[in-house]
């Protein structure tokens, strides 16, 4: 079975008093279409890490690109595995903030090694209050 890892980052619309609604949004969201992953901002941007199989990736990106709430969205990277090659490190869906700085190294982390991105990309992530 393929299994796809996906970061993309979008600007907000919303004032950072709303954004706690968008993580239970997307928490719920993700729980129910059977996929896991986390969803950080630092109040100004938010980034979505999605892993689950190809089809439920898509669907979930199709409401993240369908939400009023970003604008903006820009897919940075698209990873497929031929097998899950172990469980999600982050035990299910996790939401949380970022400082701007640690926003900008996730993003370009998962530029820089397209091939390699998810390790880096989720050492990143445990650093964010999730």
């Given at each position: ?69 970003l604008s903006n969205v820009h897919i ?55």
């Amino acid at each position: 079975m393929t299994y796809r890892t996906l970061l993309c980052k979008s600007a907000l619309r919303i004032d950072a008093t709303a954004v706690g609604t968008l993580f239970r949004e997307t928490r719920a969201t993700g729980e129910k279409i059977g996929i896991q992953g986390a969803i950080v901002s630092d109040g100004e941007r938010v980034a979505h890490v999605l892993h689950g199989v190809p089809d439920r990736i898509n669907t979930m990106l199709t409401q993240i690109l369908a939400d009023e709430r970003l604008s903006n969205v820009h897919i940075t990277t698209i990873q497929d595995i031929a097998q899950d090659c172990g469980s999600w490190p982050l035990s299910g869906w996790k939401a949380g903030w970022a400082t701007p700085e640690l926003l900008d190294a996730i993003v370009a982390e998962s530029t820089r090694n397209p091939a390699n991105t998810l390790a880096p990309c989720l050492q990143l992530l445990q650093q964010c209050d999730l």
